[in-house]
């Protein structure tokens, strides 16, 4: 993961995002009775998991890290990701740790065998490493081909992607929604969201990359998730790990 992806822009990839997002589905039975919102960290990049972590303890809330196994220890274009010790350390602390496939794998061009053993390879180590139960996943790039998509949904609580929008009742859970911390207007965005969120009592699931002073352009500033977490407690978000979130809507793994 040392280059920045680049997503498939060809007509044919255009229209397979557009139609997966109608196949496979698991709606949401049950609709949040209040807002709730996770932040979520994807690819763990030891900025995350050490300054993310921390902004969201100062709180007394905890977060949501995705985790690719097989870049432990690696340095890329987010910085250096974070090791087996820091998963552990952030499971003990309270914090959940996600999957996110082992290799980072691209759902949206893997078949379903390969994907699903990607990810059943990821669960297995990082519970080795102490930093489980694995509950819920996101795909990496938010991306998914229908294969992929029936494979792994419903065998986690919840299977996120990055497509706009809050989780209510019919919110596909082999789909969610997603809004990004990311770039010069990330903050604003997030804010935008927040207050779609809070509106209709729903539950929103913030991500981002590296929390850094000079981020990348898919994480952001400590400042800007500091402000965030106050914005959502300002309003009286729960501040919730996914697990937490779909304990509370009664979502459990088909298997």
Request: aromatic residues 8%.
């Amino acid at each position: 993961m040392d280059q920045p992806y680049q997503p498939d822009r060809s007509l044919k990839g255009k229209v397979r995002r557009r139609a997966v997002r109608l196949m496979h589905r698991r709606p949401l039975a049950v609709a949040p009775d209040r807002p709730m919102v996770t932040f979520s960290f994807d690819d763990a990049p030891r900025s995350a998991a050490e300054t993310g972590a921390r902004l969201l303890e100062a709180c007394g809330a905890r977060g949501v890290f995705y985790v690719s196994a097989g870049l432990a220890g690696d340095e890329g274009h987010m910085g250096p990701f974070a090791e087996a010790a820091d998963y552990r350390r952030l499971a003990e602390a309270g914090h959940e740790i996600a999957c996110h496939t082992y290799s980072h794998l691209d759902c949206g061009r893997a078949d379903g065998r390969t994907a699903s053993l990607d990810a059943a390879r990821n669960v297995e180590t990082l519970s080795s490493w102490r930093a489980g139960p694995i509950r819920n996943f996101a795909y990496p790039y938010g991306d998914v081909a229908p294969a992929p998509k029936a494979a792994l949904g419903g065998r986690y609580a919840t299977l996120r992607a990055l497509h706009h929008g809050v989780i209510t009742a019919g919110t596909d859970l082999n789909q969610t929604p997603a809004v990004g911390i990311e770039g010069p207007d990330g903050q604003a965005v997030a804010e935008r969201w927040l207050a779609e969120a809070l509106a209709r009592k729903a539950w929103l699931i913030l991500y981002t990359h590296d929390v850094r002073p000079e981020p990348s352009p898919y994480g952001c500033t400590p400042e800007v998730l500091a402000r965030l977490i106050d914005r959502a407690q300002a309003d009286g978000f729960d501040i919730v790990t996914a697990a937490e979130a779909s304990r509370r809507l009664q979502i459990a793994p088909a298997a």
